[in-house]
């Protein structure tokens, strides 16, 4: 992200609050009771988008980590495509004796 989209970001945040106290108030609340409810959104707002953001990160569904594992499996594909038969067939025995032995234990 750049820095002139956490400027955008912040100052869409910003006037968003000045337009949800005016709607409050047009709604028929005093100042203080639009200010308070307005600030009350905001907070909620953010603490709502704060635990969509740790949710992503506690199940590692971010653009990162996506990224990485795409990255690997590609990387694992075209090393998978690179092998000859023989190799092939050697990896496949080693993956059938590892399941076996991870079976007996």
Same mark, same amino acid.
């Given at each position: 992200? =750049?820095? /002139?989209?956490?400027? @955008?970001? #912040?100052? @869409?945040?910003?006037?968003?609050? #000045? /337009? ?8 028929? +609340? ?10 009350? *959104? +905001?907070? @909620? #707002?953010?603490? @709502?988008?704060?635990? !969509? ?6 199940? %590692?569904?971010? !653009? ?11 990387? *694992?594909?075209? =090393? *998978? &495509? ?7 067939? %050697? *990896?496949?025995?080693?993956? &059938?004796?590892? %399941?076996?032995?991870?079976? #007996?234990?």
């Amino acid at each position: 992200m =750049r820095r /002139i989209d956490v400027i @955008g970001i #912040g100052f @869409g945040i910003f006037a968003a609050g #000045g /337009i949800i106290y005016l709607i409050l108030q047009y709604a028929g +609340l005093d100042s203080i009771s639009a200010g308070i409810w307005s600030q009350a *959104l +905001l907070v @909620g #707002g953010l603490v @709502g988008w704060l635990l !969509t953001y740790l949710f992503r990160v506690l199940t %590692k569904n971010m !653009t990162l980590a996506e990224q990485m594992r795409n990255y690997e499996d590609a990387v *694992l594909q075209k =090393r *998978l &495509e690179e092998m000859s038969p023989e190799e092939l067939e %050697k *990896l496949q025995a080693e993956v &059938e004796q590892e %399941k076996r032995q991870s079976a #007996g234990n």
